[in-house]
Antibody, heavy 121, light 108 residues
């Protein structure tokens, strides 16, 4: 079964750091781009970052550039999101998603259940 | 950045009826548009990509159409399990990928 399981969320103070993890199983992790997508309480979906299969390309939404770092370990079938200088507006459920890039199409076909990050003093 | 808008914000429909959801892009995204369904407390689920291509396992009652800046998701005969929030997302110009604000389909 294809599965993504996020972990690492929690309560953190403004300015603090957190590292999210996503464990992949049931597919060849190293063959896929991967993304993080977040959803603030009661709000819509916001793409945060993605990373190429070999980690050589990474992209971010402007609001997290310089604060968040996406990475992966293909040997461990794992995706990560290092979040520094956290702000209240980063409070959200963070989803890990498998990306399918078949030109010109790029869509997210498998999603984890999410992990909750709360930034508050 | 391409801005996506969706209308209506909420659509009240009776089971068995047809639902038509709209999505608009601030500039052309060609046919590079996906639709996702999200139920309360669950992760999003891919329904449609390429504006009209159903994802694996998606029932035929879901159909997508449009190109350029105007798109439509149609649910032909609403089932009880279809009451959810639906998001459109463009992937023509990225980063960033951008989602619409969502349309909630609820029971009339």
């Amino acid at each position: 079964e294809v599965q993504l399981v996020e972990s690492g969320g929690g309560l953190v103070q403004p300015g603090g750091s957190l590292r999210l993890s996503c464990a992949a199983s049931g597919f060849t992790f190293s063959s896929y781009w991967m993304s993080w997508v977040r959803q603030a309480p009661g709000k819509g979906l916001e793409w945060v970052a993605n990373i190429k299969q070999d980690g050589s390309e990474k992209y971010y939404v402007d609001s997290v550039k310089g604060r968040f770092t996406i990475s992966r370990d293909n040997a461990k079938n794992s995706l990560y999101l290092q979040m520094n200088s956290l702000r209240a507006e980063d409070t959200a459920v963070y989803y890990c998603a498998r990306d399918v890039l078949r030109f010109p199409h790029y869509y997210m076909d498998v999603w984890g259940k999410g992990t909750t990050v709360t930034v508050s003093s | 950045e391409i801005v996506m808008t969706q209308s209506p914000a909420t659509l009240s429909v009776s089971p068995g009826e047809r639902a038509t959801l709209s999505c608009r892009a601030s500039q052309s995204v060609s046919s590079n548009l996906a639709w996702y369904q999200q139920k309360p407390g669950q992760a999003p689920r891919l329904l449609i990509y390429g504006a009209s291509i159903r994802a694996t396992g998606i029932p035929a009652r879901f159909s997508g159409s449009g190109s350029g800046t105007e798109f439509t998701l149609t649910i032909s005969i609403l089932q009880s399990e279809d009451f959810a929030v639906y998001y459109c997302q463009q992937y023509n110009n990225w980063p960033p990928f951008t989602f619409g604000p969502g349309t909630k389909v609820d029971i009339k």
